[in-house]
Every structure is written in C-alpha cells, then in structure tokens.
C-alpha cells in the first residue's frame, strides 16, 4: 500500500468539500480531495447552488438592511425545540466572513437573489429577500481539460442540456413566444449552447450549482489542490490516542495510505441513496424505496459510516431527516425514470395540486418542504398511496409548462404517449385516468374558480406571502398566483415525495468537529455540507439552507484546523 502525506484529507467533492480545501490551501496547509465517483461536484453540480447566508457582503451592496440579531430570530422561530445556539451563532458570525474571503480570495463571486424571500418571511426576524445568494455564470474554458470531470447539470431541469438561470432569465424563457426582447435573448443564448456543444460535447456557461462547483474547482486548481476522483475512502485511520490521522483510499494509481496531520473532513453527501437509512429515518419509505431523489448515486451515506465506525453519532432527533421536494418522473433518453423537483411551477396562475379524493390540500406556492409535509398529512389521512397531481388547463400549461412539460412551443406529444403528461378533454375524463374523485374534482375547481376570477384564494391564500409572490407571474394580475382553470383540455403531472439532501447527519460542534458519543470532539475529524447533522432543526428557513452552511462550516473547519480565529 502506498503512502501520501498531506494537512488536510477532505472526502467528497461537493461545496461543503471543496470550499473547506480552498479554504485550507489559502492557509498554505497541502490539501488532498478525494471523491468516489468519476466525476467530481456532487449534489451540488446539480442543485439550483443558491447560499442562504444572512449579512452577506452582495445585500450590503445592495444596500439591504438585515443584522445577525434579526435572523438569530428568525432561526429560533424556525427551528423551534430543535435551535442549536452555538452552532447557529457560528454559522452567523462566519457566514459573512466566508463569503468576502471567497469573493476576495479565490475565483468564486456571488450575485444576490434581491426578491428571492426567505420561506416564512412573515414569520419573526424573517426577509423579503437579501439572504440568498448564488455564484455568478462561470465560463467553464477557464477550467481547461477539468471540464470533462466537472458532473453535469441534472438534465431534467435543463432544456436540452441547457442550463437557464434564475430570475429574469427564466421570465425570459417563459415569454419567448410574446415578447421580441425575450426572443432574440433566448435565441442569443440557444446559439451559444449550440456552438459549445459542437466543440465541446457540453455547455461552456455554467450556471447555479454548476458554477458553483465550476468557481470553487478553478480556485483548487489555482492553489495546485489535487481533486482525486474514482477514489473512494475505504476507512478512516486512527492512532493510539483515537486521533483521526488519516483514511485508506483506493485510487485509479493504486490503494493509499493517506495521512493528514491537521485533520479529516468528510463531506460525502449524506445519505439520499442509502435505501436501509432511508429506511430507518423516513416514514413515508417504509421499504426505504418509496421515496424518490435527484442526488447522485454516490451519495449512499459513506461519510456517516465512517464517522460511526470511528465512534461519531448520527443525529436522528429532527422531525425530519431530510429536505423535502416534489417529484415527478419523466423518462429520460437511456429509458430510465428521470427526477424532476418542482420549484417554480408550483407558484404559477392556475396551478392547483390534488390528491385522489380530487380536493386540494396545501398553499401551492408555499416551499416545496412545506407542500411535502402537507402531501404526506393529507394522504395518511385520506389513508390511501402517497401520490399527487398537478393541475391546469390548457392555456396555462402552454403559458407557464408543467414540471418537465416545457411551455409553447416546445412539442409535448412524446410526454402524452409515454405516461408522463396525463391529458383529459374534461375534468371527469381526467380524473378518470388519475383514478381520482371525479365529482369532488369538479366541485373542486369550480370552488376554486369562483374566488380565482378576483385573484382569491380564501381557501390556503395562494400568493399571500413574498416568497409565494417571487415565483408567481409578475404580470398576472391582481395575484401573480392564481387564475382561474377554465377550460380543456386539461393537464396533470403525478407526484411523488422526494429530497434534495439530507438533515440527519453526523452530531458536530460550532467548530465543525465531529462528535463522540459523550459530546467530546474526535479529534482530527470534521463534517461539513449534508455529512453533518443540519443547524436548521428539520424544518427549510429559505432558498439555500443546505450550501449556505455547507461553505460556511467547511471554511469554519478550514480555520480550526489551521488554527486560525479569522
């Protein structure tokens, strides 16, 4: 077995993983990746890559008054029995202080989602907007020959392959049948994805979670960071003392003994596709099979294994052990069920989302967490399968899309003929192949519509708060959330509960070391990302509470292990 010596041993390769090693190198400490797939970037290289960090330098730039006091607040209103103080008080004084050495040091730069709202900004010390953020589009040249092991976007929330940003960029993509700007952008950019694709093999403009992933691998590479893919860890190595000294790592060059003389951080992605976990901390999967999620296949909780084995806990006391998302299933090219998370659709005019009693059950455009837990209540109630549907008529669907259903003029016709989009010309006729309540259905929309003509939704008051407002139609008034669902055909996509990541996690201080059974640190280890157990007590403050903390806690782990206070 062959023998490598570095400081830090950083295991996975998602955000939490590689802003702990940037953070590392720029300490002049020598930094070693390791990942086990082929590609590296994790769930992040597939994620929307937005960082929910209160006190960021880009809301101060844009002149956003907030304050650590207001979202301490906001985080106990949120996290309930659950609030960590002492990890939360970490997250919030280095959070600020992450972002502006990123910004100042190494290759990543951030833009502010200025309406993109905290989940609950009515709550106490919540926000309209100002403490999300998302790295800026990155040309994924400057990566050079590395492109080809950065992980691809997830392809069924891109058009073709093709990334689309957030914001004004997506209401670009939605009026490009209407508006000539809208046209000659998207067709700019169409352009662009075609040129690289024939040159390439694969988009060049990185955005969300690619760029993401695509900054912090640019600002490894500047600081001569090896990122070892298909190498994954077999076992952590422990000394006399029960020092974590390093971890055994069979590469494409041979089985290593790796030794890290500052410490260990494992950042392997939690447990998505751990079927036996899944098993043990989800309800609703009681097989662990039931529940469905967009992560990558690697990530089978390594890392928490790893820690038990060397004495660490997994905290299993959250009321939910992972971040909950619809999911539909479209198939993809190779035959296989895709994994859809709906995100946007959910909060558009005439969307509703029913049950198999064809009644409602949930604020549409409330966060995905929340429609989840609400989806689950309502089936368990009804005491029938955990499934739902999404509705529209047709001139909304065609408007807006629905899931992996692409608005005019994309074709849709394949979507029909394989399952994925259910099409009734009646409400009866739909719900006939959903298996649903017909009448209740029709007395359903028909409730629905009566209030929905004055912009209304007395029901779950869709569109009452900022956040179920940022996701609307801008241009739909008087609520960007509701219209009516007038007339057929009439359109449905089936749901199921999925993640995208996970809460319970290996038991950590506010120094991001990871904890022994009796509270104590292990030490030479550290968790950061989806590896340790989330500061966000089980429930989804806002866009960004997995990355956010990730990169937090990974430059936290940075410093302590450097020995740093700043």
């Not at 955005?207 to 860890?233: E, F, H, Q, Y």
């Not at 959910?346 to 409602?360: F, Q």
Request: aromatic fraction near 8%; proline fraction near 7%.
């Amino acid at each position: 077995m062959k023998r490598y010596d570095c400081d830090v041993l950083v295991v996975g390769s998602g955000a939490g993983g590689l802003a702990s090693a940037v953070a590392a190198a720029h300490r002049r400490l020598k930094v070693l990746v390791v990942e086990k797939e082929p590609v590296f970037g994790g769930t992040t290289a597939r994620s929307g890559g937005w960082m929910w960090v209160p006190g960021n330098a880009p809301a101060k730039r844009a002149g956003v008054v907030d304050s650590a006091e207001k979202a301490r607040i906001y985080l106990q209103h949120e996290t309930g029995t659950h609030f960590d103080a002492p990890r939360i008080d970490a997250f919030l004084e280095a959070g600020p202080v992450a972002v502006d050495f990123f910004e100042q040091k190494t290759a990543l730069k951030f833009d502010l989602g200025p309406t993109f709202s905290d989940y609950h900004p009515d709550a106490p010390g919540g926000m309209p907007g100002g403490r999300s953020i998302v790295a800026q589009p990155f040309d994924g040249r400057e990566l050079g020959k590395e492109i080809k092991r950065l992980r691809p976007p997830l392809w069924e929330i891109t058009f073709l392959g093709m990334m689309i940003g957030s914001g004004k960029e997506l209401l670009h993509f939605f009026n490009v049948t209407r508006s000539p700007v809208s046209m000659w952008y998207v067709a700019k950019l169409f352009a662009k994805f075609v040129r690289d694709m024939a040159f390439h093999g694969r988009p060049m403009r990185l955005l969300n979670g690619n760029a993401l992933i695509g900054r912090l691998a640019k600002s490894c590479m500047d600081k001569d960071v090896p990122i070892w893919t298909s190498s994954p860890v077999k076992d952590l190595i422990k000394d006399d003392s029960g020092r974590v000294i390093g971890a055994r790592v069979d590469s494409p060059n041979g089985q290593y003994e790796v030794y890290a003389a500052k410490g260990v951080v494992l950042a392997a992605g939690g447990f998505p596709q751990d079927a036996v976990r899944r098993k043990e901390l989800i309800p609703h999967s009681p097989s662990g099979h039931e529940h469905v999620s967009p992560a990558p296949p690697g990530n089978t909780g390594d890392g928490l294994r790893m820690g038990e084995r060397v004495g660490a806990i997994v905290d299993t006391s959250l009321p939910n052990a992972v971040a909950l998302v619809p999911i539909s299933r479209p198939l993809k090219p190779d035959g296989t069920l895709g994994t859809f998370p709906h995100f946007v659709d959910r909060s558009k005019p005439g969307v509703i989302a029913i049950t198999r009693s064809g009644r409602r059950f949930v604020n549409e455009a409330n966060s995905y967490h929340d429609f989840c837990q609400a989806m689950i209540k309502r089936c368990a109630e009804e005491g029938g399968e955990l499934a739902a549907w999404f509705i529209a008529d047709h001139r909304t669907f065609r408007k807006y899309g629905l899931g992996f259903a692409k608005p005019a003029p994309v074709p849709y016709g394949k979507l029909i003929e394989n399952g994925y989009l259910i099409r009734g010309e009646t409400l009866q006729d739909l719900a006939e192949q959903l298996g649903a309540d017909a009448a209740q259905l029709e007395r359903t929309v028909s409730e629905f519509n009566k209030h929905a003509e004055k912009g209304e939704d007395p029901e779950f008051h869709k569109g009452s708060t900022a956040y179920n407002r940022s996701l609307g139609d801008p241009e739909h008034k008087p609520n960007p959330c509701v219209s009516p669902i007038a007339k057929g055909p009439f359109y449905a996509v089936r749901l199921y509960v999925g993640d995208l990541g996970t809460y319970a996690g290996l038991k950590t201080n506010e120094n991001a070391q990871v904890l022994s059974g009796d509270g104590r640190p292990i030490t030479g280890l550290y968790a950061a990302g989806n590896d340790a157990a989330s500061i966000m007590g089980g429930n989804y403050p806002g866009g960004g509470i997995t990355l956010g903390p990730a990169i937090t806690f990974g430059y936290i782990a940075a410093r302590h292990m450097a020995g740093a206070n700043e």
